[in-house]
């Protein structure tokens, strides 16, 4: 005698209940995928974080011995590696491994704070802020380019306004930026990271902040360097000067973009 019901509603029973069985483990798999995500990405933010600060306390500590040296790395939708300046920045006298914590980035009105690691790869701005490659470090002078997702990093920026204080620090001290305008661009407009005499930041994200899917434009933030000075010839690039310690931001921002550029209020 056949194990298998005969009858045809026992045999859609049987059906509907392995698929059940089917999508309560597929349902399990992707709860265990973005388990896995957060906690990676929280577990790595404290151990490099807790490894930043002792490296910035170490500095402190001896500031004549210790000296800076490059360290020897919406995810599934939005992709920001090819966003890059067509004309690369001078590149850091020490290589930078993909992934490797730069420093730290914080916008103290928004509640914003996370690492800054090297590159822009799937992995690396799941964990935290990328630097875009090819754009210039916090102690160039230049435009630094960093990029983060709308929907985990950077999803504050939605609220940034100009007059903002934006502070990346690093193992050579602390730069403050102030917010000049913010402008929804291109994928392919890339102009916005081009490089500059003057030091300034330009923070990059997907754009619409509540687009489902692959979003279809860039929100870009413009900062200058303020409280530091540039040194140097017009030979080569010029290096920002940190604050140490941070001190408060003075002066106005530049004038606004042009009418017609795509400033957003």
Known sequence: MSRYPKDPLQKRQRLLLWLERLLLAVGLLCLSLV???????????????????????????????????GRPPAAQTDRLETFRPAAPSPPPAAPLLDGSVIGRIDIPRLGLSDLVLEGTGARTLRRGVGHIPETALPRQAGNVGLAGHRDTAFRALQEIQPDDLITLQTADGVYPYMVDWTR??????????????????????????????????????????????????????????????????????????????????
Do not use: K, M
Request: net charge positive.
């Open 35 to 69: 388990a896995y995500a957060v906690i990676d990405a929280r577990w790595f933010a404290f151990r490099e974080g807790r490894d930043f600060d002792r490296t910035l306390a170490a500095a402190r500590r001896h500031p004549a011995a210790w000296a800076p040296a």
């Open 184 to 265: 929804i661009v291109a994928p392919e407009d890339v102009e916005v990271l081009e490089s500059s005499s003057a030091s300034q930041l330009t923070l990059v994200t997907c754009y619409p902040f509540s687009y489902i899917g692959s979003a279809p434009e860039r929100f870009v933030v413009r900062a200058h360097l303020v409280g530091g000075q540039q040194a140097g010839g017009s030979g080569g690039p010029r290096s920002a000067s940190p604050i140490r310690p941070p001190a408060a931001p003075h002066g106005r921002p530049g004038a606004p973009p042009p009418a017609g550029t795509g400033a957003v209020n």
